[in-house]
């Protein structure tokens, strides 16, 4: 069993390290946990009496987690803005500096996108140039220029 960042060790192997005799490294190895973790355990139980993991501690909130409503209104208002333009407006009008990429971590975490344009175009490649349906028109579809040109022939200039 490995160390899993962020998540406490079960109940059950916790008790198991800590009613293990003998010294830190072996009981480490025998159970596959660090001898820094059984060492802290058996402190914990030592001073505190618990032996039950801790809460976490380290949490920090994000700097934006209180200005929710106020990122979806400007947002609303400002939908083409760019994620510099929000943390400008962010530090002048809510005193909150923040870097671009917490920005954007923000409205992700909100469901908020920023879109140029409304409607844009499906992801690939998009025609410049219209299909032409018209009947007699001949040529290879696989030549340069999409097929209509080459069916063109050179000649007199309609005036």
Same mark, same amino acid.
């Given at each position: 069993?490995g160390?899993?960042?962020?998540?406490a060790?079960?109940?059950d192997?916790r008790e198991r390290?800590?009613?293990?005799?003998?010294?830190a490294?072996?009981?480490?190895? /025998?159970?596959?946990?660090? =001898?820094s973790?059984? $060492?802290?355990?058996?402190q914990? +139980?030592? %001073?505190c009496g618990?032996?039950?993991?801790?809460?976490?501690?380290?949490?920090?909130p994000a700097k934006?987690a209180?200005?929710?409503q106020?990122l979806?209104?400007?947002v609303a208002r400002v939908?083409?803005?760019?994620?510099?333009?929000?943390?400008?407006?962010? /530090?002048?009008e809510l005193? =909150?500096s923040v870097? $671009?990429s917490a920005?954007?971590? +923000?409205? %992700?975490?909100?469901?908020l996108?920023?879109k140029k344009r409304h409607?844009?175009?499906p992801n690939g490649r998009?025609?410049?140039l219209?299909?032409?349906?018209g009947a007699?028109?001949?040529?290879?579809?696989n030549?340069?220029?999409g097929?209509?040109?080459?069916s063109?022939k050179p000649?007199p200039?309609p005036?």
């Amino acid at each position: 069993m490995g160390w899993r960042r962020g998540q406490a060790y079960s109940q059950d192997l916790r008790e198991r390290v800590l009613a293990a005799k003998g010294g830190a490294a072996s009981t480490a190895e /025998r159970f596959g946990v660090s =001898v820094s973790y059984v $060492v802290k355990a058996r402190q914990r +139980r030592d %001073r505190c009496g618990q032996i039950c993991a801790g809460a976490q501690t380290s949490h920090m909130p994000a700097k934006l987690a209180g200005h929710d409503q106020a990122l979806r209104e400007q947002v609303a208002r400002v939908p083409d803005a760019t994620l510099a333009e929000l943390t400008v407006w962010a /530090r002048e009008e809510l005193n =909150v500096s923040v870097s $671009v990429s917490a920005m954007w971590v +923000r409205l %992700r975490r909100l469901a908020l996108t920023l879109k140029k344009r409304h409607l844009s175009p499906p992801n690939g490649r998009v025609r410049t140039l219209p299909r032409h349906a018209g009947a007699g028109i001949s040529g290879s579809r696989n030549s340069t220029y999409g097929g209509w040109f080459s069916s063109m022939k050179p000649g007199p200039r309609p005036t």
